[in-house]
């Protein structure tokens, strides 16, 4: 039996890698005009980063991580997601030091988690994410969400819904996790044994229980925004008033919890609202993390950033059917016959590609017509035809496709004739 895929993996092929490739491509456009530069970390890194970064009571690192022990006895993870990494490579390398803070980095690879594959949710998934580190400002914040929302835009996204809400800085989260396990502690032996444990290690994590969803006790749970101290809601007012200047509509929802541990003030998800999306509907998911630059060793440092992943966002560009770049054709196909000819192809060949001609011919001895089929296949704008004796007369016959039109060059002058061709096509 043939070796299948693993599961929650995907090969992508071409056909469907050029929507990849247009993405990432969007996404690199924007980050360069937004002033941020791109980091590649290593694909696995310490476990005990996550541990500390993500945080030893969310569901990622508990249930999800690809752990493994190298053959030194090392303890190693799969990276579930890019923020850690981010923050270990800005310590690592003393970015703190530079002159220009923020440091404002992008990153687009690979993540792995251990979840239950579905649609949207794989076990492999490609997340582009931005990360600031080092500003206070509420201003980035707002720009952070706002290159985001742009970046949706621009791949012509319309359904969306920017959902925001704040978790306070220490002090406010401190009073608002006292009024959750206040809330929750005399009736905790009614919730899941992951929302008993969590109570006292991490009592927020409970509002984002798929178990225990429709608790009574859920709906009538402790809003942080009642808990903010006035720092905290000076600093949510101020990212709102700047979305709302940058017109990026948002709505407040103060049940919004991430995932992961790390968050403190601004936290934000991006959904899509299409219709038939599918039960997952987050795009995109970010927020401030002040501790954590801190917790792995480095300077106190803040940050923020979002991760979103293209799995998704091009499961959102079709269900709204927005219309990708169409495949790239080819310029020319040459078509040879007879041995002599086929021969001389080669080089001409290698010699069209050398002057910039996207160029292909046939490797399988294949008829005149089904060579025609072929470049007609590949969308080639032009053929160049010649069997021997045209070599003998020292020419080539250049056919383009569209138009018919056909034209015979002399065979030093076909590579000049199909540049000059597509320069034209250009202007
Ligand atoms: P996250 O919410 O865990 O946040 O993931 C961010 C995004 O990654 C999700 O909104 C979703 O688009 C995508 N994603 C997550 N898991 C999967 C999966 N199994 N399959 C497909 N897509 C998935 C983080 O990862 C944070 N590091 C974001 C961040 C950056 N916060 C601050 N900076």
Redesign the pocket.
């Known amino acids: 039996m043939a070796i299948q895929i693993p599961r929650g993996t995907q090969d992508i092929l071409p056909g469907t890698v050029e929507k990849w490739q247009y993405i990432e491509a969007k996404a690199k456009e924007i980050c360069e005009i937004y002033n941020y530069k791109e980091i590649r970390t290593p694909i696995f890194e310490s476990t005990e980063l996550f541990f500390r970064g993500v945080g030893d009571t969310t569901d990622?690192v508990q249930k999800e991580m690809y752990t493994f022990e190298d053959r030194g006895g090392r303890s190693l993870t799969l990276r579930p997601?890019?923020?850690a990494s981010v923050a270990r490579s800005y310590v690592n390398n003393k970015m703190f030091g530079s002159p220009n803070q923020p440091t404002k980095l992008f990153y687009i690879g690979q993540?792995f988690?251990y979840?239950r594959p579905q649609a949207?949710?794989?076990?492999q998934?490609v997340?582009f994410?931005i990360?600031a580190l080092g500003s206070n400002d509420p201003s980035i914040d707002a720009e952070v969400i706002a290159l985001a929302v742009d970046l949706y835009q621009s791949l012509g996204l319309k359904n969306l819904k920017v959902v925001i809400n704040s978790l306070g800085d220490q002090e406010s989260r401190q009073a608002h996790r006292d009024a959750l396990i206040n809330h929750f502690q005399p009736r905790i032996n009614e919730f899941c044994g992951d929302c008993q444990s969590r109570l006292e290690k991490n009592p927020l994590r409970i509002l984002d229980c798929k178990k225990d969803r429709e608790h009574e006790l859920m709906s009538t749970a402790p809003s942080i925004l009642a808990y903010l101290n006035g720092d905290s809601k000076a600093y949510f007012d101020k990212v709102i008033g700047y979305l709302e200047v940058m017109g990026v509509n948002y709505e407040i929802d103060p049940n919004l919890v991430?995932?992961?541990d790390y968050y403190f003030h601004t936290a934000f998800?991006i959904m899509s609202t299409s219709e038939g999306f599918g039960a997952i509907t987050?795009?995109?998911?970010?927020?401030r993390?002040n501790g954590l630059v801190q917790e792995i060793g480095g300077p106190e440092t803040p940050g923020?950033?979002?991760?979103?992943?293209i799995?998704?966002l091009i499961s959102a560009m079709e269900a709204e059917n927005v219309e990708f770049p169409k495949e790239d054709s080819i310029d020319c196909f040459v078509i040879a016959l007879g041995e002599k000819a086929k021969d001389t192809a080669v080089k001409l060949l290698f010699d069209l590609r050398k002057a910039g001609i996207v160029s292909e011919k046939d490797y399988q001895d294949k008829k005149l017509k089904a060579q025609f089929k072929a470049a007609d296949r590949l969308q080639a704008k032009y053929t160049v035809v010649f069997g021997d004796d045209e070599l003998d007369k020292g020419v080539v016959s250049i056919k383009e496709m569209e138009t018919g039109e056909q034209q015979e060059v002399p065979f030093e002058n076909a590579v000049a004739y199909i540049s000059e061709k597509k320069s034209e096509e250009r202007s």
């Open positions: 990622v997601e890019g923020t993540m988690r979840e949207g949710r794989f076990r998934f997340q994410g990360e991430r995932g992961l998800e987050t795009l995109c998911g970010g927020g993390y923020i950033g979002f991760a979103l992943s799995e998704r």
